[in-house]
């Protein structure tokens, strides 16, 4: 059974942002958006459902750079996700108004040790990957620019060589010359002598 397909703006609709919202995301958000056999986007009920989790991210507060370290590790949005719903839980509850205010605090602060504690995970895999991605992409410049030096060394010594043999040639041939035109004059003296 084929998957329904939706057209950027039918997508736009359900979603309530426009168009050029979606094609926003997908780019800073590095998505991965399938297209048809002409190139053109079509989203899934799944691509929506993730673009309204973004739009939700955005309405909270989260920046593109947070909503994609969210977007791009699963787990992490799926735990988030859970704890997030543990809170409602926890607030829905009937209490008084004094312990609605002191579970109000400690659910503010419980709130920001798991704010922090998330965005320190997030924040070191980040770190990991870019580590890796950078060390990865230092190897591949400095390989790149050995290679080019040692090529432009041996052109050098090439040339120089080349420089070198030339002139050894143009010697070689110079004494050559002055031999044969020595050995002319020789010749013409000799019978003028006799």
Do not use: C
């Not at 419980?110 to 990991?128: N, P, S």
Request: overall charge negative.
């Amino acid at each position: 059974m084929e998957k329904a397909r939706y057209m950027i703006s039918d997508a736009a609709n359900i979603v309530n942002v426009e168009s050029h919202v979606l094609r926003y995301w997908e780019d800073e958000l590095e998505l991965n958006v399938p297209r048809n056999e002409m190139g053109h986007r079509y989203y899934t009920k799944e691509n929506i459902s993730e673009f309204q989790k973004i739009k939700e991210l955005k309405e909270q507060g989260y920046q593109l750079k947070a909503i994609r370290m969210i977007v791009h590790s699963k787990t992490l949005t799926e735990e988030t996700e859970e704890k997030l719903r543990e809170e409602k839980e926890k607030l829905r509850l009937p209490e008084k108004r004094e312990v609605e205010t002191t579970q109000s605090i400690l659910n503010n602060t419980d709130k920001m040790e798991q704010f922090t504690e998330l965005m320190t995970e997030i924040v070191g895999k980040a770190i990991a990957a870019n580590n890796k991605e950078l060390s990865k992409n230092i190897s591949e410049d400095v390989g790149e620019q050995v290679i080019k030096e040692m090529n432009y060394l041996m052109r050098e010594r090439e040339e120089a060589e080349e420089e070198r043999f030339r002139k050894l040639d143009d010697a070689i041939r110079g004494n050559l010359k002055k031999k044969q035109s020595g050995k002319a004059i020789w010749l013409k003296k000799k019978p003028s002598q006799a």
